[in-house]
T-cell receptor, first 115, second 114 residues
Framework: AQSVTQPDIHITVSEGASLELRCNYS??????LFWYVQSPGQGLQLLLK??????LVQGIKGFEAEFKRSQSSFNLRKPSVHWSDAAEYFC?????????????FGGGTRLMVKP | DAGVIQSPRHEVTEMGQEVTLRCKPI?????LFWYRQTMMRGLELLIY????????DSGMPEDRFSAKMPNASFSTLKIQPSEPRDSAVYFC????????????FGPGTRLTVL
């Protein structure tokens, strides 16, 4: 069965500092990988996704993530954090079977940004 | 497109009452998912449909929960009778059945059972 681990429940960074959120997955085949962001009181919004090809993927809001098969990781990065990035971030791994598409989500990482 | 639409956005009810949550997926999407989010358990998949047919309901907590999708543009999640431990945010998401798994989430319904 597939699973996703986000080791950091909470992270606090200063505005302007760089950010890396960790994500490790377990999946038997080539995974489909996603990062979603959830602002308070909102639904989940897709930041970026990896299906195949270039292992460094660019997303919205200046985020990027790198797929490392050898480490089973898909860490999210941003060079300079803005106060508006404070939110909860979810990593997810997808599977496709004959019946449809499913996502398995990690527990989330709550990001706080200090002024 | 308006995105995934959920109603109501907030629901407060008393224990024992029936609660119905509604979802309109993005037009043309073939898969629909119901999730529950709580502080304790995080984001849990309750049930998902493909082409209006329930595929996997193993996440439905118990028989008090039921979900239907009578057509491609509408789904309901019903709790009867409701209990305080059902208090959570319930999300609906839809996805094109094209093998790329991207799911589009609605804004959620915050349910409070007193």
């Amino acid at each position: 069965a597939q699973s996703v681990t986000q080791p950091d429940i909470h992270i606090t960074v200063s505005e302007g500092a760089s950010l890396e959120l960790r994500c490790n997955y377990s999946y038997g085949a080539t995974p489909y990988l996603f990062w979603y962001v959830q602002s308070p009181g909102q639904g989940l919004q897709l930041l970026l996704k990896y299906f195949s090809g270039d292992t460094l993927v660019q997303g919205i809001k200046g985020f990027e993530a790198e797929f490392k098969r050898s480490q089973s990781s898909f860490n999210l990065r941003k060079p300079s954090v803005h106060w508006s990035d404070a939110a909860e971030y979810f990593c997810a791994v997808g599977s496709v079977n004959n019946a449809g598409n499913m996502l398995t989500f990690g527990g989330g990482t709550r990001l706080m940004v200090k002024p | 497109d308006a995105g995934v639409i959920q109603s109501p956005r907030h629901e407060v009810t008393e224990m024992g009452q029936e609660v119905t949550l509604r979802c309109k997926p993005i037009s043309g999407h073939n898969s629909l998912f119901w999730y529950r989010q709580t502080m304790m358990r995080g984001l849990e998949l309750l049930i998902y449909f493909n082409n209006n047919v329930p595929i996997d309901d193993s996440g439905m907590p118990e028989d008090r929960f039921s979900a239907k999708m009578p057509n491609a543009s509408f789904s309901t999640l019903k709790i009867q009778p409701s209990e305080p431990r059902d208090s959570a945010v319930y999300f609906c998401a839809s996805s094109p059945f094209a093998g790329n798994n991207e799911q589009f989430f609605g804004p959620g319904t915050r349910l409070t059972v007193l």
